[in-house]
């Protein structure tokens, strides 16, 4: 009986012969033959834990779907990769197809065109397969649904370096850490574009989905914050908003409704904001939790607590994401029959929806170092600055990875965003009265 040439079975057959591959784990390639297809325009790359899966499992539909927007371009051609395997390697690959029963007139010359057609067959193959998944809903217009971004992240590469991402060992489930440091890399840091995009957001992130932005509404979305940092609620307002601009843009999590919007109806959530992200494995709701504090101890230390406070752990009942989820809150929000619609993706026998909760985090906090950034030139201070950062990340992975384990919390994702300031505190509420006002 002849092998059937799906995913894994590709994944297994080019495994250790990638010109380019870092090194012979399935996780690398797979990574590479999405980054090829795409010509390395599949952004958000998927992390560890999904690449391994689809190496096991096969890739999901999502991601199919996505691949078939790439393939047959002449950016992306897969049987010209596939050509730069060599020559015993691919007669290697063309021997295993003829005993396998994949192809039995296949020889070396012929197997980088049948490598890239095989590929594009399964794609095709998976992106058709029928999805029990529910519709998805649109907001406001046919032309928008809950799956697109509300923030304005033009100007998010002027403002950010993307230093390092790196996962937490003790998360079972899909997750990635982020350290970001602002633009120069120099210190005291420059916060001018910063504000620039800060004000840019003010009216999405304060204002419902699908509400129609203009002026009025963008003084309106400036009262409420003013009126919600007065308040006491939020600790650190622009950590709030910063959650949001970096799940939005960088997690593609997007926003359902968060603490701040809803403070005009006098109401209040235990969390910052809820999200739902496509993992392309399940559909998952994220729920925002951030720290802008002096000590980036102490700042996961507090956001650790948050999460204990509305996880419940002293419970002896399992909390599940959709109990977290406001349904009034997200009915005045979006309406009744989108709030519906909503619902309906993520009651329990539907198994593409992860029911343990997941968590996006944003960790700011102050930059320290015992390096000299000043007595040396600016490239030498960039360097030291990203050496820095990247050793605070690791430390936050060695901490988190213990408080993880410790309340047990190892089922949820955990989606993580640091980025330091020169004084954390003092410049967050700074940053926010020269945007909102007093």
Do not use: W
């Not at 297994?12 to 010509?39: G, H, M």
């Not at 419970?315 to 619902?343: F, K, W, Y």
Request: glycine share 4%.
């Amino acid at each position: 009986m002849a092998q059937e040439a799906n995913f894994t079975y590709l994944i297994d057959l080019i495994n250790p012969y990638l010109p380019d591959a870092e090194d012979i784990s399935k996780e690398e390639t797979v990574r590479l033959i999405i980054k090829q297809v795409s010509n390395n325009q599949y952004l958000p790359m998927p992390a560890s834990s999904t690449l391994n899966k689809y190496a096991a499992d096969g890739i999901s539909r999502t991601a199919a779907k996505k691949l078939l927007k790439f393939i047959n371009k002449e950016t992306a051609s897969l049987e010209e990769y596939f050509s730069k395997i060599g020559a015993d390697q691919l007669t290697l690959i063309a021997n295993k197809l003829k005993k396998d029963g994949i192809s039995s007139d296949v020889y070396r010359g012929k197997v980088p065109a049948l490598l890239a057609k095989l590929f594009t067959e399964e794609c095709e193959r998976v992106a058709s397969r029928k999805n029990n998944r529910k519709q998805k809903i649109p907001i406001q217009s046919e032309d928008e649904d809950i799956f697109t971004k509300t923030v304005s992240d033009e100007m998010f590469a002027a403002v950010f370096r993307h230093v390092n991402v790196s996962e937490m060992d003790a998360v079972k489930n899909s997750n990635a850490i982020h350290a970001f440091v602002l633009k120069p890399e120099l210190l005291p840091f420059n916060y001018e574009k910063l504000r620039q995009l800060v004000e840019s957001n003010i009216t999405n992130y304060a204002v419902a989905r699908g509400v129609r932005k203009n002026d009025v509404v963008g003084l309106r979305a400036a009262r409420l914050l003013r009126n919600y940092a007065q308040s006491g609620i939020p600790s650190n307002l622009l950590g709030e908003l910063l959650n949001y601009v970096f799940l939005e843009h960088a997690e593609h999590a997007f926003k359902l409704y968060t603490r701040a919007e809803i403070y005009k109806s006098s109401r209040i959530i235990d969390n910052e904001g809820v999200y739902l992200k496509d993992n392309e494995e399940k559909i998952q709701l994220v729920f925002g939790v951030s720290q802008l504090n002096d000590s980036l101890q102490d700042a996961i230390d507090n956001v650790i607590e948050e999460l204990k406070d509305f996880q419940n752990n002293q419970s002896n009942e399992l909390v599940v994401a959709r109990d977290m989820l406001d349904t009034s809150v997200l009915e005045s929000q979006l309406g009744e029959e989108r709030s519906r619609e909503i619902i309906k993706m993520i009651v329990p026998d539907d198994d593409e929806f992860d029911e343990i909760p997941s968590y996006g985090i944003f960790l700011g906090y102050q930059f320290e170092t015992n390096k000299d950034l000043v007595d040396c030139s600016a490239n030498v201070a960039k360097t030291r600055c990203l050496e820095t950062v990247k050793e605070d990340m690791n430390q936050a992975i060695r901490q988190l990875n213990q408080a993880i384990k410790s309340c047990h919390l190892q089922k949820s994702s955990f989606y993580v965003y640091m980025l330091p300031f020169t004084k954390a505190s003092e410049d967050g509420n700074k940053i926010m009265r020269e945007v909102i006002g007093e």
